[in-house]
């Protein structure tokens, strides 16, 4: 994606005092914090918590993420109740139906925290690809350019 037209740079925000790291900042910077479960979890949920928390890295879930990874896991065990019932009487159409539709939630709650090899992939990209910017010369090879390039239009 490129620049915008009259668009500035991050550099030219901080000069006139403009910046605010919410629009100008790195879209894909890590969050602080350590996620803390914000609702009572069951045995299945606190497994998925300890398995999402396991396999990514330290810093790629923040304490913003808390509510969203405990709803996941609050789901996950209300469907394996659900399953629990249907397992008893598979002629339940309410088990079935409640299965199906928490399923459904978290499979989807699921893709955000990589909980499939296809979901990771996309995870990758934003969580495990993080440039190293000490150590990266391809990095720093952009910013001696970019740093060229407004020394030009100076």
Not at 72 to 80: A, G, K, P, Y
Not at 85 to 105: E, F, K, M
């Amino acid at each position: 994606m490129g620049r915008r037209y009259n668009a500035k740079t991050q550099d030219e925000h901080l000069e006139a005092g403009t910046f605010r790291a919410d629009r100008h900042g790195d879209p894909n910077a890590l969050v602080p914090g350590k996620p803390v479960p914000t609702m009572e979890l069951g045995e299945q949920g606190k497994r998925v918590w300890a398995e999402v928390l396991e396999q990514l890295p330290e810093k790629a879930l923040g304490k913003v993420d808390s509510t969203k990874l405990s709803l996941l896991c609050v789901l996950t065990d209300r469907l394996h109740q659900w399953l629990d019932r249907w397992a008893l009487n598979p002629d339940d159409a309410n088990a079935r139906i409640a299965v199906s539709q928490l399923t459904q939630h978290v499979d989807k709650l699921g893709t955000q925290f990589g909980l499939s090899p296809k979901d990771r992939t996309k995870l990758a990209k934003v969580v495990y690809l993080q440039p190293d910017e000490e150590s990266d010369p391809f990095l720093a090879f952009l910013k001696e350019g970019e740093a060229i390039r407004n020394a030009d239009r100076n």
